[in-house]
């Protein structure tokens, strides 16, 4: 069931952070050319928390690595905050999702050989912002990892790991963040600590969220649930 969006009261714009239309995306198969997404349209708008729903294969991490510039579309258009995203190369992609958004993956994606705090740095320094390290801090303190500050990826839990992965996330303040299938590889307990800070950080920093995911009770706690089966919305 769609639920009425309910905004942030930090959302301060009216016009969408982020613009879907037409877009498809098809590869070649072994009989011919196969139809990932078909014709998708949709719109996000600052503060908004939309959901993607629908079965395995459906296409829904396609359609968020679309939507995030990981890949390029086979037709159709991507704004973000209003301008062409979709059309710019992939270095130009990079940049503009590095200025705008963040990405959370299922497998979190924390560098090994960098402790928690440098993870956390590591955004922020490619975007050469000044005091890197008491931003990275301040994070990990609101996500509850103070005391973990020179642990090393592999000496963390699960639930630890995706709590780092939000903080870098949120740390380069972004306009949107896309998480896919954040709670996918957590037990029930760390499920429900992640799905709270997720949300509990989007209202404060009024941060529009786009998710994909197969946890109802993560869907419904968004603002919108869009289905997606057979590559369509």
């Known amino acids: ?14 016009t969408p952070i982020l613009i879907a239309r037409n877009l498809s995306k098809r590869v070649p198969g072994p009989e011919g050319e196969l139809t990932l997404l078909d014709q998708i349209e949709m719109t996000v708008m600052p503060g908004e928390s939309v959901a993607i729903t629908g079965p395995s ?3 829904k991490s396609t359609l968020l690595g679309l939507l995030a510039g990981l890949d390029a579309p086979s037709e159709g258009d991507i704004l973000l905050a209003g301008t062409a995203f979709s059309s710019l190369d992939d270095d130009a992609r990079a940049l503009r999702r ?10 979190f994606h924390l560098v090994d050989d960098l402790n928690v705090l440098e993870n956390v740095m590591l955004p922020l320094e490619i975007q050469r ?3 890197a390290g008491n931003i990275a801090r301040q994070w990990l303190e609101r996500v509850g990892l103070g005391h973990r500050l020179k642990h090393f990826p592999t000496t963390l839990s ?8 939000l903080a870098r996330a949120f740390a380069v303040t972004p306009r949107l963040l896309f998480a896919d299938e ?3 590889s957590l037990d029930h307990a760390n499920g ?3 799905s ?15 998710l994909v995911t197969h946890d109802q009770q993560l869907a419904e706690r968004c603002h919108r649930q869009l289905r997606l089966e057979d590559g369509r919305l």
């Open 182 to 184: 954040p709670t996918g």
């Open 158 to 165: 699960g639930g630890e790991q995706q709590r780092v992965a």
């Open 1 to 14: 069931m769609t639920q009425t969006p309910v905004f942030s009261q930090h959302t301060a714009s009216t």
């Open 57 to 59: 294969g459906s296409g």
């Open 192 to 194: 429900e600590r992640i």
């Open 196 to 210: 709270s800070l997720l949300f509990e950080l989007n209202r404060e920093a009024g941060t529009a969220l786009v």
């Open 129 to 131: 912002r000044k005091n």
């Open 98 to 107: 590095g200025e705008r958004c963040a990405f959370v993956f299922q497998a």
